[in-house]
């Protein structure tokens, strides 16, 4: 971020005036009749591009595929593009980090919010997958990190953000100061808020906005993701979403495994548990091969009865 010429008081005025009827218009959801005049209303009052970036290293990445939203069944991937972001001709929804036709490959820094993320249902066949950074790769990245966790715990990483963006807020001009602030709360609130499970997707259209910017519009397109806390998680832990190309040009697949959802937290007691399958380390990048050996976890008997039961592994 950098400080420049001030904002009068009547701009800071209309400025949190504007974001407060945005954030009424969207509270009960958006949809077809509202989405429109929320995002000319964020066209006209976003006037100055101020968002705290930084650079670091993340050394592994996950990811969580529910095959049969890829295959159409409990079959087993063999084809590594399949495990990473989809094609943008096939993105025809709002995310929390892209609009419409904009692809973005969605993991985790940690293997804690996978399954929240995801919500794979019982008896699903899933794909966990491993990345690691080519030669300690750092990624470009806006974090989103106003709010904490509701239950009073500290997230220390977005206290830590929070710590560096008060400091450098006061080098800034006293309004400015002020609307940066209005509008960093505004985007963290968007990034934080939860929906039902298959919701309207419109309801990310805020945040699918700021996002845009972020990851194109802004320091001449040098911000390569977003580290977001995930709201599944209760803002505990965070999410990285990643530009297609940089995320194949910094991360290779190290690991793959198979697990069977075997409850869910709709059962009560706990979360998500899943039955380990197989797992493989061997990969053949030319062809975009997963290697599997037919080595597996469970007892022969146990492998014939989810055969029987539909899964093709």
């Known amino acids: 971020m950098t400080a420049d010429q001030d904002f009068t008081n009547k701009d800071v005025y209309n400025f949190k005036t504007v974001l407060t009827f945005i954030k009424r218009l969207s509270s009960n959801g958006i949809n077809a ?16 591009q101020s968002y705290l970036y930084h650079e670091q290293e993340f050394p592994k990445i996950h990811r969580l595929t529910i095959n ?12 590594i593009r399949q495990l990473k972001y989809p094609p943008k001709e096939y993105v025809k929804s709002f995310g929390r980090c892209n609009q419409p036709g904009q692809s973005m490959l969605y993991a985790s820094y940690g293997m804690l919010s996978i399954l929240s993320e995801m919500k794979p249902e019982l008896g699903d066949l899933i794909t966990i997958s491993t990345w ?54 505004f985007i963290a609130d968007a990034f934080s808020k939860r929906f039902r499970h298959n919701s309207n997707d419109m309801n990310y259209l805020i945040s699918a906005y700021f996002a845009d910017i972020m990851l194109n519009k802004y320091q001449n397109n040098a911000v390569e993701a977003i580290f977001y806390p995930s709201v599944q998680q209760k803002l505990a832990f965070e999410n990285l979403a990643i530009k297609p190309d940089v995320f194949d040009a910094k991360y290779k697949l190290i690991s793959v495994s198979e697990n069977i959802v075997v409850k869910t937290p709709r059962d009560g007691d706990g979360g998500h548990f899943q039955e380990g399958i197989s797992k493989c380390e061997a990969f053949n990048f030319e062809t975009n091969e997963i290697l ?12 014939d009865m989810y055969r029987k039961m539909g899964y093709e592994l």
Do not use: H
């Open 132 to 185: 690691k950074s080519i030669e300690n790769a750092t990624l470009t990245f806006c974090p989103i990190f106003r709010n904490q966790p509701p239950d009073g715990t500290i997230n220390v990483t977005s206290y830590q953000y929070n710590k560096e963006f008060n400091r450098i807020l006061k080098d800034f001009p006293p309004n400015k100061a002020a609307k940066v602030d209005l509008l960093t709360q």
């Open 292 to 303: 599997w050996d037919n080595k597996y976890y469970q007892s022969n008997d146990k492998m």
């Open 68 to 79: 049969k939203k890829i295959l159409g069944s409990n079959k087993r991937i063999t084809d």
């Open 33 to 48: 009749s509202n989405a429109e005049m929320i995002t000319k209303l964020l066209d006209g009052v976003i006037d100055f």
